[in-house]
């Protein structure tokens, strides 16, 4: 399964449009990564130069990654790497509680076998793997998978996109929790990859809300991950 979103594509196939794919995805990977942080400018000429590549196909790219949610593109300012306050992190962790379950209801009747097998073997891998990137790329994997058999593609882009803005916090939770309460996402994922199994629309989509409500909650200790927000700014008095 690609977990890449179905982002408008340039309308060509000639060597722009090849050439603005591979920034798209050269940029996608350094940002998922880590490499570059939340609130890294993106400088077009640099990443032309890196890719022996014009300047257009950098803007092309740039525009479908806005449509990812992994970039902002500022006027006169130029792109930068999405990031996210303390409370637009909290409110995104709140839409997940609610969209996410409701794509896996309507997905889990639709899921093929092998689907569900492949599953099985994700929360297997997951459990056996003690290196943080593998867990992010499995993790991610996993549950966007359970959700293929929802038959509305926006919601599943809307979901992907939602995934890709709160990866640099996914990654800093796990790295701060350790090894000390992965005993937790292993035992939540087979609960729900169980209830997958059974065809169990309700405690499937009820086990992930709690899944997902829960690294919410262990965020919001984690404050030191965001910007300290901007004092009030204090009005000018006008004279006359």
């Known amino acids: 399964m690609t977990d890449s979103l179905q982002a408008a594509e340039p309308d060509s196939d000639g060597p722009s449009s090849v050439a603005s794919s591979r920034i798209t995805e050269y940029l996608r990977a350094q940002i998922l990564s880590g490499e570059l942080a939340p609130g890294t400018r993106i400088r077009q000429e640099e990443v032309a130069q890196t890719l022996g590549a014009s300047r257009l196909p950098v803007r092309e790219a740039l525009r479908i990654l806005q449509s990812q949610g992994l970039v902002m593109l500022k006027a006169n300012s130029g792109a930068w790497v999405s990031a996210m306050d303390f409370d637009e992190c909290q409110m995104t962790y709140k839409i997940r509680e609610r969209l996410e379950p409701l794509a896996l209801a309507e997905s889990i009747p639709n899921l093929t ?81 169980d209830a997958i199994r059974r065809r169990d629309s309700e405690s499937g989509p009820h086990l992930l809300t709690e899944h997902i409500r829960r690294t919410r909650r262990e965020l919001a200790q984690c404050t030191d991950l965001f910007p300290a927000p901007e004092p009030p700014r204090k009005r000018s008095r006008r004279n006359g």
């Not at 959700?147 to 509305?152: F, Q």
């Not at 882009?157 to 709160?166: A, F, G, I, Q, S």
């Open 113 to 193: 076998p092998q689907n569900i097998d492949r599953l099985f073997e994700l929360a297997e891998q997951i459990e056996n793997n003690d290196n943080l990137e593998e867990f992010l790329r499995l993790d991610r994997e996993l549950h966007l998978l359970s959700y293929t058999g929802n038959p509305y593609g926006e919601l599943r882009h809307m979901l992907e996109r939602l995934w890709n803005t709160t990866q640099h916090y996914r990654r800093a939770y796990v790295q701060r929790g350790g090894n000390a309460d992965m005993w937790i996402i292993h035992a939540e994922h087979r609960l729900i990859v």
